[in-house]
């Protein structure tokens, strides 16, 4: 079993939708669990991240973490067609500094 | 707003020879990283970096790979002697704190071993 599964899409949704991506896991330790945003043949970039359960917020974006079922999502609000780009969930469990990816969810936003 | 960067952009080498990757990491960040992304698949952990020692590396990081902070402001990764397999987004980061939850990382190094 994968240590973290992200279905690859693709997703294509109109313009104003909402957008849900998820990601499961297998490693009851990871405790930090980031989305990060990759345009096409560049770095990925930074969303946001949790700790431990719970939700968190950051303008148009949410994400969510139920640690009981090992489940996270990012949720996007009245998504944009600049919001196209793949979506990678990562992880991190304490006391290591290496993230784990998953192999990212490609999102389009059509106009 | 701080950024990491990364030169080149876009790396062409022949089997066999040595390449020297380079990063600027964001100025007031302590912790280092190299993650490498093989066209198609995930992005992987390759190695971190603190006070001028390796702190964790994975097992993709063999002899082959090396990193060195020649310079209050450098950090590059030397890969020895290429193959065709190294071929590869290679993604320099950095996180201000021990946790790498925040790391933020550069625009990567597109390296083509031909």
């Known amino acids: 079993q994968k240590e973290v599964e992200q279905d690859p899409g693709p997703l294509s949704v109109p313009e104003g939708a909402i957008v849900s991506l998820n990601c499961t896991y297998s490693?009851?330790?990871?405790?930090?669990f980031m989305w990060y945003r990759q345009y096409s043949r560049k770095g990925p970039e930074l969303l946001m991240y949790?700790?431990?359960?719970g939700n968190k917020e950051d303008g148009r974006f949410t994400a969510q973490v139920d640690k009981s079922s090992k489940y996270i999502s990012l949720f996007i609000r009245d998504s944009q067609p600049s919001d196209s780009a793949t979506y990678l969930c990562?992880?991190?469990?304490?006391?290591?500094?290496?993230?784990?990816f998953g192999s990212g969810t490609q999102l389009t936003v059509l106009p | 707003e701080p950024e990491v960067t990364q030169t080149p952009s876009h790396q062409v080498t022949q089997m066999g020879q040595e390449v020297i990757l380079r990063c600027v990491p964001i100025?007031?960040?302590?912790?280092f990283y190299w993650y490498r992304q093989i066209l198609g698949q995930k992005v992987e952990f390759l190695v971190s970096?603190?006070?001028?020692?390796?702190?964790?590396k994975s097992e993709i990081f063999d002899d082959q790979f090396s990193v060195e902070r020649p310079d209050g402001s450098n950090f590059t990764l030397k890969i020895r002697s290429t193959k065709l397999e190294d071929s590869a987004m290679y993604f320099c980061?950095?996180?201000?704190?021990?946790?790498?939850?925040?790391?933020?990382f550069g625009q990567g190094t597109r390296l083509t071993v031909v």
């Open positions: 980061a950095s996180s201000e704190g021990f946790s790498a939850a925040e790391a933020f």
């Open positions: 490693n009851s330790a990871f405790q930090y």
């Open positions: 949790t700790y431990s359960s």
């Open positions: 990562a992880m991190l469990h304490g006391g290591t500094r290496q993230l784990t």
């Open positions: 100025s007031n960040h302590l912790y």
């Open positions: 970096f603190y006070n001028n020692e390796i702190s964790e």
